[in-house]
């Protein structure tokens, strides 16, 4: 039987070939000390690329964005997110067990704009919590890969601004943001104080994500990656695989982008889907009165892996391990899986 085409997320890729070799031959040495040649050329090339003074190599998205919590507030604060948050919904409740804070959310559906966080900043009076950072995710991951548009970042920002608040990008896949804008990286990044960013979703990497911003913000991100237990040591052998994702896999996150929108479209024609418009390589499926789950073990039935990502909402992921021949069979069997989970369920009312 033909290996399952997984579409549960862009974290499944399997490092190639070449990205194994640049890993073996990788110049290494102690990190702790300072001494990963491969790192320092990592975290200096990841700065360069986002435009920011400084960049530490940490062991994911989650580290990277955690840190920037603990950099950028104090306990008690309240930090303002969009609805569905990566920071403060999948990250097992890390932003309060590490910086004490709390999320509020502003907007609806990830995204928000520089009035929904005006509306979702606390009057500066002792006994509300302190807002004290605002914080994007760009793409929205549960918003269904949807770019943050950059006038509404850039309007944020000012309010953040004026208000005295940090500001910190989940850009775990601002690689994608850029390929749908045309924007550069940086030009995306130009309005945080922290960004993090990851090479093992889209790029392709096996392990690993940066945490960039001004060398006086990194330099308090290091304290708190070792107090987290995430100083490594011979770290160069991974970070030689996230050299090797920048300079072979960032470009080709389009054709991914391209997957993706053949197989809403293939799926969309299915009755019982609302596939919701597709901006990157996420697209969120709505299959109203079935649940997810009839559809996911339908899915899996046919060959083919994909994620519940809400009671009646399925989630599928385009990525460098799914080439564009998959796309086709993958919608058809997917467009299957629909017709039975929902014939289930129709017979189970
Ligand atoms: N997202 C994963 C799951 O955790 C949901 C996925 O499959 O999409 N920020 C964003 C926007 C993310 O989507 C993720 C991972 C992270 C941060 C965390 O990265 P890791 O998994 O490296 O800690």
Not at 31 to 51: H, K, M, S
Not at 85 to 101: D, L, M, Q
Not at 158 to 170: E, M, P, Q, S
Request: aromatic fraction near 4%; include cysteine; charged fraction near 20%.
């Amino acid at each position: 039987m033909a290996p399952p085409i997984d579409l549960r997320s862009d974290t499944v890729t399997r490092p190639c070939a070449a990205m194994r070799n640049a890993m073996a031959s990788a110049e290494v040495g102690d990190d702790v000390y300072g001494e990963d040649p491969t790192a320092r050329r990592l975290e200096e090339t990841v700065a360069a690329l986002l435009g920011k003074e400084a960049a530490l190599f940490v062991s994911s998205g989650t580290m990277g964005n955690q840190i920037a919590l603990l950099c950028q507030t104090r306990r008690g604060d309240e930090i303002v997110v969009g609805e569905g948050a990566h920071c403060a919904y999948y990250e097992s409740g890390a932003a309060a067990a590490w910086s004490g804070v709390q999320p509020v959310f502003a907007g609806s559906g990830g995204l928000f704009t520089a009035a929904d966080l005006e509306a979702a900043i606390k009057p500066p009076e002792y006994w509300h919590p302190r807002t004290s950072l605002c914080a994007v995710e760009n793409t929205h991951n549960r918003a269904g890969g949807r770019v943050f548009p950059q006038a509404d970042v850039i309007a944020i920002a000012a309010v953040a601004r004026a208000r005295g608040l940090g500001l910190h990008l989940d850009g775990a896949r601002l690689w994608n943001a850029a390929a749908a804008t045309g924007a550069s990286p940086a030009e995306l990044a130009a309005p945080f104080d922290t960004v993090s960013v990851c090479f093992s979703k889209g790029l392709g990497a096996p392990i690993g994500s940066a945490l960039c911003g001004s060398r006086d913000l990194v330099r308090d991100a290091h304290r708190f990656r070792k107090m987290l237990g995430g100083g490594m040591r011979q770290v160069g052998v991974l970070a030689a695989a996230a050299l090797h994702a920048l300079d072979h896999n960032v470009a080709r996150v389009a054709e991914d982008h391209a997957n993706a929108r053949a197989l809403a479209e293939a799926i969309g024609a299915a009755p019982e889907a609302r596939v919701a418009p597709v901006e990157t390589n996420i697209v969120n499926v709505d299959v109203p009165g079935v649940p997810a789950a009839l559809v996911v073990a339908a899915a899996a039935r046919r060959g083919v892996r994909i994620g519940a990502s809400g009671p009646e909402r399925v989630r599928l992921v385009t990525h460098l391990d799914v080439p564009t021949a998959a796309i086709g069979p993958a919608a058809a069997a997917i467009c299957e899986a629909l017709r039975e989970a929902a014939s289930v369920a129709g017979g189970a009312r």
